[in-house]
């Protein structure tokens, strides 16, 4: 069965502590995977697309890589302003629907 | 601000009723899809629409209907609506048909069943 698993479910972290967030999936031959931000009551927000294992991606704090069986955001000296839920999506081969991971909440402590 | 809108924004209304959430694509784009948003659930993918014909199709019940008109935005109908209908529900938009092109979000619709 096709899956999206993020992990952890939730992260504390002070500001300017580094970190990663991670999404996992069961899909095979991937094309493509998503990253996107959500704020509470908001639709999500567009991070990155990443097309292949071995991809990286980086804007401001934030820095996606791919591997054939994950995908890392990683969160270098994070800031409040960064306190959001992140949530990955990848579409499916066969039937183009697209499965988000539950996410993971993010809280940056000042 | 995405470029998307969806109206209304709250909606409450009671069990057994129909509804109808509109959705209003940024200008160009002519994918649209529909989310659900629920705790327990997260975010479930129902269906997109690529210039006014179904494309994919995901978890959406068949109480549940939707429709891209000729000038692109949507509508998605909620009928014999349940107490577990209740969720946040997302609209996106994307200038092709493919999954893999970038999506922006609307701000969502907010639908309470009583």
Known sequence: EDQVTQSPEALRLQEGESSSLNCSYTVSGLRGLFWYRQDPGKGP??????????????KERLKATLTKKESFLHITAPKPEDSATYLC?????????????????????? | DS?????????????GQRVTLRCSPRSGDLSVYWYQQSLDQGLQFLIQYYN?????KGNI?????????????SELNLSSLELGD??????????GASPYNEQFFGPGTRLTVL
């Open chain 2, 52 to 56: 006014g014909e179904e494309r994919a």
């Open chain 2, 86 to 95: 209740s969720a946040l529900y997302f609209c996106a938009s994307s200038v």
């Open chain 1, 89 to 110: 999506a990848v579409p499916m081969n066969r039937d183009d629907k697209i499965i988000f991971g539950k996410g993971t909440r993010l809280h940056i402590l000042p």
């Open chain 2, 3 to 15: 470029g998307v809108t969806q109206t209304p924004k709250h909606l409450i209304t009671a069990t």
């Open chain 1, 45 to 58: 927000e567009f991070l990155f697309t990443l097309y292949s294992a071995g991809e990286e991606k980086e």
């Open chain 2, 61 to 73: 019940l068949e109480r549940f209907s939707a429709q891209q008109f000729p000038d692109l935005h």
